[in-house]
């Protein structure tokens, strides 16, 4: 009966270890801090993953306008230093016509092309 007795006010070994290592002040200080950090803070994890999806999106965009702005360049450079396709674009564009000249403007009726 009193080995019994003792076994009962004896801790068992897990609740020695939770007492040890899971109760101590710094485990819980760490634990507190790490979940402060994650998502309360305001240089949080979350908010800092979400300002680089947004970087990594402009950055991207940025790519995108590089790429117009250097076609764009292309073509201004090509209108400007040869006069046969600037020519070519005011008739496209802007219906000019040479002296003497007359331009025809054929319009398709949307309600006989269907048919």
């Known amino acids: 009966m009193e080995n019994l007795i003792k076994d009962i006010k004896r801790p068992s070994p897990g609740f020695r270890f939770f007492r040890k ?3 101590n002040k710094y485990i819980i ?5 790490l979940v402060w950090m994650t998502f309360f803070d305001s240089t949080s994890f979350l ?17 995108y306008y590089k ?6 360049d292309n073509f201004y450079k090509k209108l ?6 600037r020519e ?3 008739r496209e564009n802007y219906f000019m016509k040479k002296k003497n ?11 006989n092309a269907k048919k």
């Open 21 to 23: 290592y899971i109760l």
């Open 29 to 33: 200080t760490v634990v507190v801090f």
């Open 47 to 63: 908010v800092i993953n979400e300002l680089n999806g947004e970087i990594k999106k402009y950055e991207e965009q940025l790519e």
């Open 67 to 72: 790429t117009e702005y250097q076609k764009n």
């Open 80 to 85: 400007m230093f040869n006069k046969s396709e």
């Open 88 to 90: 070519k674009f005011a």
């Open 101 to 111: 000249e007359e331009i025809f403007i054929l319009v398709v009726d949307s309600a």
